[in-house]
Structures are given as C-alpha cells and as structure tokens.
C-alpha cells in the first residue's frame, strides 16, 4: 500500500506540488505557443479579406448615404435618400427582373445538362475520357473568351445557329438584337460556359457513390431509372445543393456576358443587377448610387443563401 498525501513527508508534497506547477507552466506556455503560431498563419489572410473585402465593403457604407461629382469625391451627405431613389426607380426594378428571369433560364437548365452529361458518361467504357475531356473544358474558357466565340456563333448572317435554322428550313433569328430573343441568348451561352464545373462536381459526386449500394438495389430488383432517381439522386444532393446555391450566387453577379455581347440592350432587355451597377457608378458617375445598388444586391444574395439553408437543406441526403 502507498502512503496517502497527508502521511508524505513535507518536502514530498512540496517536490510534488512543484512538478503540478511545472507541468501547469509548460501546458499554458505551448497552448499560448500554438495560438501565437495560429494568429500568424491567419495574418496574411486576414490582410487580403481587410484589403478587398472588408475595406470595400465600408467605402461602399460610407458612398451610399453621400453624393459624389464626377471624379468619385463626395458632394453632399444625402442619407438613406439613395436607397429611396432606387425603390422607385423604373430602371432599378427592371434590373431585378431581368436579373430574376435571368437565373431562372440559367440554374435549373445548368444543374439538368451537367446531371445529364455525368449520367451518361459514369460508367467507364471505351473512349469515355474523350467525352469527359470535351464536357469539362467550357470550365476553363474565360467570359471573354467564350462571349467571343457564342458572338460569332449568334451572327445573323454568318453564325453558325442561323445556318442550322436555315437548313431546317426556318426563318433566322436576330439572337443579340431582338429584345425577345437577348436575354435567352446570354441564357444559352451561360449555360454552355457553366457546364464544366457543374459536370465535374456532378461526375465525382456519381464515382464517389460506393459500389455495394448499388449492387444490392440491382440485386432488389431496381431498373436503371428506379437505380438513377431514388439511390444516385438522393446521394447526390448534398453537391446539387451546393451547386444551386453557388449557381444563384454567380447568376446574380453576371456581368461579362452582358457586357460584352449587348451592353445591356437592347432597350435594356439584359441590363441584369451587376451592369446596372457597373452603368450608374463608372458610366453616369454616381458612386453614391452605385454603392446603394452594390448593398441591395448583397442584401439579396444573403437573404437568398439563408433561405436556401433554412429550405432546401433540409432534403439534403448526407452519407
């Protein structure tokens, strides 16, 4: 049996109490070491976010409540009367409209040809790299690279679509001219360009689904249709979820597009959110109304990514 504390000699129970203290010591001093080390490695990435996000971020606060001249210095403390001028605005309203619809022929119809394109192409078969190599490249074109290209393709006289049109036999379409057509014609450009990254999210998403499930819904009795819709689809949420949400995020922010290919006509039938900004800040000269603008849309952009958390999250499948 060992002695208990209180039948320890006294210069025991000091040594003892002396080696706690010690170890005490030498814990605190390596636990303030590795959050020293930690701070220091989060430094330069603190700076970058300072620099160009939170720095922006209260220039714009600070732009939005005033009036500025020409060259961008404040005229005027005006308050919240930007915002007000931007609530009745024709144009401001139009912006979110065409922004709106804008996502809503971009999202769905990206999210169903990348689903599509990784279906057919999950199965390893002969010549199955070739296609995977062609279906992921528009993910590494620039905006202006492909606006370039879809240019040439929507050329009324010498693009390749009014050909096909006039093989088939119809009359061709004014695709960047027509207000009718413009909008739908940047759609389908978007669509193209962001087709890579949905397919390599929804590709690795199909290979990283183990093969055991399903052999045995195969076993069950499951078609390749029953097998696709309730095994792959459900295991699949969780990157489908995560590819609306970034999806929406960067058709709110559209700009080149628009920019590039019709500069927001005609009659302002593909002035989208970020063109409207880009137009009142750097082509009318009014920062202050263009800070407001640049805060409503990420106002927009938060409310929709929390409302996406809050809703369609809870349908995701985690394995």
């Not at 009745?88 to 999202?107: E, I, K």
Request: proline residues 5%; aromatic residues 12%.
């Amino acid at each position: 049996m060992q002695p208990s504390e209180g039948r320890l000699p006294a210069s025991w129970r000091q040594a003892g109490r002396r080696k706690l203290a010690v170890r005490q010591t030498s814990r605190r001093r390596m636990q303030l070491r590795e959050n020293v080390i930690g701070y220091a490695m989060l430094v330069p990435s603190l700076l970058l976010f300072a620099v160009f996000l939170f720095y922006p971020l209260g220039k714009s606060m600070y732009l939005s409540l005033h009036l500025t001249d020409p060259r961008g210095r404040i005229a005027a403390y005006v308050g919240f009367e930007n915002f007000t001028a931007l609530l009745t605005s024709d144009a401001f309203w139009n912006s979110l409209r065409v922004t709106g619809l804008f996502t809503l022929y971009t999202v769905i119809p990206g999210l169903v040809l990348g689903l599509v394109l990784a279906a057919l192409t999950s199965r390893p078969r002969r010549g199955m790299r070739a296609f995977q190599l062609v279906f992921s490249m528009p993910v590494a074109l620039s905006i202006g690279t492909a606006a370039v290209i879809w240019m040439m393709l929507f050329h009324p006289t010498m693009g390749m679509l009014n050909y096909w049109l006039s093989l088939a036999g119809l009359a061709p379409i004014q695709w960047l001219t027509d207000p009718k057509w413009a909008l739908i014609s940047i759609s389908i450009m978007t669509v193209w360009m962001n087709s890579g990254f949905n397919y390599i999210m929804l590709h690795s998403g199909l290979q990283s689904i183990r093969e055991d499930i399903l052999e045995s819904a195969t076993i069950d009795g499951a078609g390749p249709v029953t097998l696709f819709v309730r095994i792959k689809l459900p295991l699949l949420s969780p990157v489908l979820f995560f590819l609306t949400v970034v999806s929406i995020m960067h058709a709110f922010q559209s700009f080149g597009q628009s920019h590039i290919l019709t500069k927001g006509g005609p009659a302002g039938s593909t002035e989208v959110f970020v063109y409207s900004i880009y137009k009142e800040a750097f082509v009318n000269y009014q920062l202050g109304t263009g800070s407001a603008m640049s805060l409503v849309l990420f106002m927009l952009l938060l409310i929709l990514t929390l409302i996406q958390f809050l809703v369609l999250e809870k349908k995701v499948h985690y394995q």
